[in-house]
C-alpha cells in the first residue's frame, strides 16, 4: 500500500484549460510538497503547505488536513506547464513519502 | 538561489565498476539526501546525511554506500554497479531538521550496462 496516491497518473488538456490534480496520503504529516519535474530535468519545488491555501501565478495548492487531501490547480494551462508533478508528504523529521507522480501533457 | 549541483547528468558504467556520484549544495544546509527514482515507483531515499561525517538509512541502502566528508558535499557510491541500479539518482539537501523546503538537484541518468 502506498502511503501517498497520487490521481490521475496522465492528463492531457488543451491549452487553456483549467487542470486538477490530486493527492490523498494516508499517514500524519508535517507538512506537504507539490514538485514539478521538467523532462530529463530535476525537480522543482512549487509549494510546501500544512493547512490552507497558497496561490503563485496561475497555480494554486490546497490541503484538507482532516481529509487527507490536497489539490493542484493549474488554471489557463499552458504547454510549458507539461512536466510531471509529484505530491510529497513530509511525515516525521526528514521521512518523506512520494507519490508516484502525474503526468501532465498540454496540447496547444 | 539554493542551489544543489550534480556532477553528471548522464553516466554509462559497466557492470562491477566502482561509480561515483558527487552531490554539491552551496548554501550551508545540514541535511542531504540521495533518492532513486523509478517509473512507477517514485522516488526511494537510498541514504540521507545530517552533518558531517553522519548518515542514515534509507528505504533501499542495499549496493549503496555515502560519504560526506565535507558540509557542502554528499557523495553517493556503487561499489560495484549491477545492472538493477540503473535508474535517475536526485540528491536534495535543506536546512535542518524543522525546515522542510527542499531543494533538489537536476538528477543523474545512470545506466549500468
Known amino acids: 500500500k502506498n502511503e501517498v496516491e497520487q490521481s490521475p497518473q496522465n492528463l492531457t488538456a488543451q491549452e487553456g484549460e483549467f487542470i486538477t490534480i490530486n493527492c490523498s496520503y494516508s499517514?500524519?504529516?508535517?507538512?506537504l510538497h507539490w514538485l514539478q519535474q521538467h523532462p530529463g530535468g530535476g525537480i522543482v519545488s512549487l509549494f510546501m503547505?500544512?493547512?490552507g491555501k497558497k496561490k503563485h501565478g496561475r497555480l494554486i495548492a490546497t490541503i484538507n488536513i482532516q481529509e487527507k487531501h490536497s489539490s493542484l490547480h493549474i488554471t489557463a494551462s499552458h504547454p510549458r506547464d507539461s512536466a510531471v508533478y509529484i505530491c510529497?508528504?513530509?511525515?516525521?523529521?526528514?521521512?518523506?513519502?512520494f507519490g508516484t507522480g502525474t503526468s501532465l501533457t498540454v496540447i496547444p | 538561489d539554493v542551489k544543489v549541483t550534480q556532477s553528471s547528468r548522464y553516466l554509462v558504467k559497466r557492470t562491477g565498476e566502482k561509480v561515483f556520484l558527487e552531490c554539491v549544495q552551496d548554501?550551508?544546509?545540514?541535511?542531504m539526501f540521495w533518492y532513486r527514482q523509478d517509473p512507477g515507483l517514485g522516488l526511494r531515499l537510498i541514504y540521507f546525511?545530517?552533518?558531517?561525517?553522519?548518515?542514515e538509512k534509507g528505504d533501499i541502502p542495499e549496493g549503496y554506500s555515502v560519504s560526506r566528508e565535507k558540509k557542502e558535499r554528499f557523495s553517493l557510491i556503487l561499489e560495484s554497479a549491477s545492472t538493477n541500479q540503473t535508474s535517475m539518482y536526485l540528491c536534495?539537501?535543506?536546512?535542518?531538521?524543522?525546515?522542510?523546503?527542499?531543494?533538489f538537484g537536476s538528477g543523474t541518468r545512470l545506466t549500468v550496462v
Open positions: 510529497a508528504v513530509g511525515h516525521t523529521g526528514n521521512q518523506f513519502y
Open positions: 546525511s545530517y552533518d558531517v561525517k553522519m548518515k
Open positions: 499517514v500524519g504529516i508535517s507538512a
Open positions: 503547505l500544512s493547512s
Open positions: 548554501m550551508d544546509h545540514e541535511n
Open positions: 536534495a539537501s535543506s536546512l535542518s531538521w524543522t525546515d522542510y523546503g527542499y531543494t
